[in-house]
């Protein structure tokens, strides 16, 4: 039996997908370590550490590295065959970075089993905290880095500067504590860093994950030498390698011998979760487009041409199945729907059952937290119609249909023809969202069994690199789709209408659109 084993290192937790590739039914049911409900002592329960400032989003590796010893040990502990394991590979919540002092090779090649993960591993952290993607606070470096480069940095990087990514983030630090940024040998992403640590060695950085930092060229696929020296002094020794998803990164340390695997299994680079995600589904190849509904909403989709964004919001990252996907990132996903269940006083199950009749066209700009796109530092939602006196019902039927409404006026540019569209991720459990998906884009929408489609994306990609089994091969037994919502044609007339008061709606606030544009 040889079974391939996929982590998933979310905002909200750790969670681990064990599949047999010859027994696609037997899955493993999943594990997973939220940090709220585990690692209470962090003080982190939306997995970062609370900071008065709404932009500034940062949080506790050694949360990450507890999570993981936790992960493994109720893997072992619950009978988990971990010595079956033939291979291994992971996704990680991207532009999160990790700054390690010149110890870190060398803690990671002697990893005492004694002890944990963190105990040994903090001390090599040149900066304590890792500012992660909901982090907000890097407008200064981005309109620095802008000034410089222009708009080379979104036709050569995929994306322009933008606050929540690594090099924004990066140069921050190097202003902010120059002392710590010297005592900084190597910056890692979030995935990278999980690689390092399972193989004992410091790992590269793949396309997929790496093109989210402002700093992969990805028409040469290297890191670009004149922006990164730009964005920091001696950033380009700093970097670790940039390679291809598929790349074999090394052999699992010694020190997981302690939960039942073997040494040496080989463990497959690391990627995004949005790259993950995109294989998970099973859209690794173009024609299938995705809709991640988590903490942040997403829509990715694979892309045959490589092509950006003119608006400045969409990003292009490295497809780990080859070539390059699309991403758009909308930070008020699941967290202006929780501030909306709340304020309505629902429970998720009454919330669930909002349908998208009788019809009413209201609309609202959901910025409940600052969003990404468009680019809204200051939070504030916005209203079209009186908020205070709608019943909740209507409250949230606008909320849903002005997300995806967002959702399609911002995915536009991507211009890759989808037949369908995949949806992931815990609100797309939600029959309502998927009916208002399935129309405002009159598309058909399919799920999946696996809701960890990043975690079974890892997975995916372990038992294709390390394991040599095709793509088309593993989604047929892994992502075929369990449900269709089919769209309704009568719908469409008024989504199209809906669509264009959206984009009136957004034109008109202040800041929003036009501050991207700068
Ligand atoms: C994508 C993004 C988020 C995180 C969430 O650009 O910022 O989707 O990857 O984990």
């Keep these: 039996m040889a079974l391939y084993l996929g982590i998933d290192l979310s905002t909200q937790g750790v969670k681990a997908e064990l599949i047999d590739p010859e027994n696609p039914a037997a899955g493993s049911g999943g594990f997973a370590v939220g ?9 982190a329960p939306e997995g970062f550490v609370p900071d008065p400032d709404p932009l500034v989003r940062a949080a506790d ?15 072992r502990d619950a009978g988990a065959p971990l010595g079956e394991v033939a291979g291994i590979s992971g996704s990680a919540q991207q532009h999160a970075t990790v700054c390690l002092r010149e110890c870190f090779p060398r803690v990671l090649g002697s990893l005492d089993p004694g002890k944990t993960l963190a105990e040994q591993l903090v001390p090599c952290l040149s900066r304590r905290f ?4 909901m982090d907000r606070s890097t407008a200064r470096e981005c309109r620095e880095l802008e000034a410089r480069f222009g708009d080379r940095l979104r036709r050569e990087t995929g994306s322009p500067a933008v606050e929540r990514f690594a090099g924004p983030q990066i140069r921050k630090f190097a202003k902010e504590a120059p002392e710590a940024y010297r005592d900084t ?4 992403l979030a995935s990278s860093f999980f690689c390092s640590v399972l193989c004992g060695a410091p790992s590269p950085v793949d396309y997929g994950d790496g093109a989210g930092m402002n700093l992969l060229n990805l028409r040469t696929l290297g890191w670009d030498g004149e922006i990164a020296a730009f964005t920091a002094p001696g950033l380009p ?11 074999i990164a090394g052999g699992l340390s010694g020190y997981f011998e302690k939960y039942g695997f073997r040494a040496g299994t080989p463990v497959a680079v ?13 859209a690794g190849e173009p024609g299938i487009a995705v809709v991640s509904l988590g903490t942040s909403d997403t829509f990715f989709a694979a892309m045959r041409s490589f092509h950006t964004d003119p608006d400045g919001y969409g990003h292009v990252f490295g497809d780990p199945a080859g070539g390059f996907m699309s991403l758009i990132c909308f930070s008020n996903g699941s967290l202006a729907r929780e501030a909306v269940r709340k304020e309505c006083g629902l429970s998720y199950e009454a919330f669930d059952r909002v349908t998208p009749v009788p019809e009413s066209e209201h609309l609202l700009l959901p910025y409940f937290v600052p969003e990404s796109t468009p680019l809204v530092l200051e939070p504030g939602a916005e209203y079209g119609f009186d908020w205070a006196s709608a019943p909740a019902e209507e409250r949230v039927r606008a909320l849903l249909e002005s997300q995806i409404l967002s959702m399609r006026l911002h995915s536009a540019w991507q211009n890759e023809a989808f037949r369908r569209i995949r949806v992931t991720g815990g609100a797309s459990k939600s029959a309502a969202l998927r009916r208002i998906i399935a129309d405002v884009f009159q598309s058909e929408v399919e799920t999946i069994a696996v809701s960890n489609s990043a975690g079974l994306g890892a997975a995916l990609r372990a038992a294709n690199a390390i394991g040599g089994i095709p793509f088309d091969m593993l989604y047929g037994r892994f992502c075929a789709p369990v449900s269709v919502t089919r769209p309704d044609p009568a719908r469409k007339a008024r989504y199209d209408r809906m669509l264009e008061a959206y984009r009136q709606l957004e034109a008109g606030r202040s800041g929003t659109a036009a501050a991207r544009l700068r």
């Design 61 to 75: 590796p050694a949360m990450w590295l507890d999570a993981f010893d936790l992960l493994f040990a109720r893997m």
């Design 270 to 282: 690391w990627s995004g979760d949005n790259p993950g995600s995109l294989i998970g589904v099973g």
């Design 237 to 247: 020794g700093r970097l670790p390698r940039a390679v291809p998803s598929a790349t």
């Design 185 to 188: 040998a190597a910056i890692h």
């Design 35 to 43: 940090f709220g409900a585990d690692l209470p002592q962090y003080g």
């Design 130 to 133: 890792s500012p992660i993607w």
